[in-house]
């Protein structure tokens, strides 16, 4: 029989050749004009979003930072990571020119052929720190996700100028550079605010010893209803600053109920997550919430999440400061490589990677 728009792959290892072994992603079947879904990419009904589980009225807080020095920005910051686990900040020292570079290399980098995508695949990168892929970590996945990513890990410019891909590599770099001051300043608030006052290069490292940056394109999707962009999940990192476009689709799990609340795009501003590390470290006083994308059928959506995590080689757990005054921890210590690795080793699961670290 000859192929149909609705099936036009002989069989699953042939998308799966197309999608993943040449490289073309979700964004070469969103471009084939499909007129329905391929049965891979299909959710079981309960990862699927129900609109009725969508709480249009709340909100996540949106946090100026014009004053980065006033104790009430402190507070709300503070109070947001521990009720919410998410925030969005506007007026914060990234410039707004950086923002869009980086978007408009996002769209670069996806713009390319897929052979030359490719080169950053798995299984033909030079190096691990520098992935192109799709969909989370397919050979685990029951089903897939409409998502193709480029992810950067950040080890040193000479790396960068030597690994990464030129589409893309300066406006990360400096968008990589510009965000760190923020990361610093939101960081600080969050010790004081579990009254850690110092910050010494142990717990430095711990806290942002590592950052990756991903580029998350999303492509227009036939039956999004069907399918996610990204699974319930919680990031494994310390603090998440991401960058999304106009475009919408970010949802955020509310107080661990049924309820879903809508992040939405608001121009040059950040939002900001808390993930595993940091509730570990803070001994669960701030929370990592789950959160998902869902797909959309008229749009391509981009993102671009700097993860900004504890060294692979540290060892973390609740911090000593927290515990010495007798509180009880409820994590252990874990090698945050080990962690990372168990989050990878399976599908999109809501909040269970954190399991691995509880006493
Ligand atoms: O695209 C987004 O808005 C969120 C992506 C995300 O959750 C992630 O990459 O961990
Ligand atoms: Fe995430």
């Not at 004009?33 to 969508?54: D, V």
């Not at 030597?162 to 589409?167: F, N, R, V």
């Given at each position: 029989?000859?192929?149909?728009?609705?099936?036009?792959?002989?069989?699953?290892?042939?998308?799966?050749?197309?999608?993943?072994?040449?490289?073309?992603?979700?964004?070469?079947?969103?471009?084939?004009?499909?007129?329905?879904?391929?049965?891979?990419?299909?959710?079981?009904?309960?990862?699927?979003?129900?609109m009725?589980n969508i709480k249009a009225?709340?909100?996540?807080?949106?946090?100026?930072?014009?004053?980065?020095?006033?104790?009430?920005?402190?507070?709300?910051?503070?109070?947001?990571?521990?009720?919410?686990?998410?925030?969005?900040?506007?007026?914060?020292?990234?410039?707004?020119?950086?923002?869009?570079?980086?978007?408009?290399?996002?769209?670069?980098?996806?713009?390319?052929?897929?052979?030359?995508?490719?080169?950053?695949?798995?299984?033909?990168?030079?190096?691990?720190?520098?992935?192109?892929?799709?969909?989370?970590?397919?050979?685990?996945?029951?089903?897939?996700?409409?998502?193709?990513?480029?992810?950067?890990?950040?080890?040193?410019?000479?790396?960068?100028?030597?690994?990464?891909?030129?589409?893309?590599?300066?406006?990360?770099?400096?968008?990589?550079?510009?965000?760190?001051?923020?990361?610093?300043?939101?960081?600080?608030?969050?010790?004081?605010?579990?009254?850690?006052?110092?910050?010494?290069?142990?717990?430095?490292?711990?806290?942002?010893?590592?950052?990756?940056?991903?580029?998350?394109?999303?492509?227009?999707?036939?039956?999004?209803?069907?399918?996610?962009?990204?699974?319930?999940?919680?990031?494994?990192?310390?603090?998440?600053?991401?960058?999304?476009?106009?475009?919408?689709?970010?949802f955020?799990?509310?107080?661990?109920?049924?309820?879903w609340?809508h992040?939405?795009?608001?121009?040059?501003?950040?939002?900001?997550?808390?993930?595993?590390?940091?509730?570990?470290?803070?001994?669960?006083?701030?929370?990592?919430?789950?959160?998902?994308?869902?797909?959309?059928?008229?749009?391509?959506?981009?993102?671009?999440?700097?993860?900004?995590?504890?060294?692979?080689?540290?060892?973390?757990?609740?911090?000593?400061?927290?515990?010495?005054?007798?509180?009880?921890?409820?994590?252990?210590?874990?090698?945050?490589?080990?962690?990372?690795?168990?989050?990878?080793?399976?599908?999109?699961?809501?909040?269970?990677?954190?399991?691995?670290?509880?006493?």
């Amino acid at each position: 029989m000859a192929p149909t728009r609705a099936e036009p792959f002989s069989d699953s290892s042939a998308l799966i050749d197309f999608v993943i072994n040449q490289g073309n992603g979700v964004k070469g079947l969103s471009e084939m004009g499909l007129n329905a879904l391929p049965r891979q990419y299909i959710q079981p009904l309960e990862e699927r979003m129900c609109m009725i589980n969508i709480k249009a009225q709340e909100s996540i807080p949106i946090i100026d930072m014009s004053n980065p020095d006033d104790p009430e920005v402190a507070k709300l910051i503070c109070e947001a990571a521990s009720k919410w686990g998410f925030f969005q900040i506007i007026n914060h020292d990234v410039p707004i020119e950086v923002l869009e570079n980086v978007k408009d290399a996002t769209y670069k980098f996806f713009g390319l052929p897929a052979e030359v995508k490719n080169k950053y695949s798995k299984e033909h990168s030079s190096s691990n720190n520098v992935r192109f892929g799709t969909s989370f970590t397919p050979q685990a996945e029951k089903a897939l996700e409409w998502k193709d990513y480029l992810s950067l890990f950040y080890v040193s410019e000479e790396e960068a100028s030597a690994l990464w891909p030129l589409a893309c590599r300066e406006q990360v770099l400096d968008y990589m550079r510009k965000s760190e001051v923020v990361i610093k300043q939101l960081l600080k608030m969050l010790m004081k605010g579990l009254n850690v006052n110092e910050i010494d290069e142990t717990k430095e490292s711990r806290l942002m010893g590592s950052m990756r940056t991903n580029l998350n394109y999303y492509p227009k999707c036939p039956n999004p209803e069907l399918t996610v962009g990204v699974g319930r999940h919680s990031d494994v990192s310390t603090l998440t600053i991401l960058l999304q476009d106009e475009i919408g689709g970010l949802f955020v799990r509310e107080n661990n109920g049924d309820n879903w609340i809508h992040v939405p795009p608001i121009k040059g501003s950040l939002v900001i997550n808390v993930g595993d590390a940091l509730q570990i470290m803070s001994n669960g006083k701030y929370k990592s919430v789950e959160h998902r994308v869902v797909a959309n059928g008229y749009n391509n959506r981009i993102s671009v999440p700097i993860f900004v995590n504890p060294r692979p080689s540290d060892m973390i757990g609740p911090l000593p400061e927290l515990i010495k005054d007798g509180e009880k921890p409820i994590y252990k210590q874990v090698l945050y490589s080990d962690y990372v690795k168990h989050f990878f080793r399976k599908g999109h699961d809501g909040k269970k990677t954190i399991e691995f670290a509880e006493l």
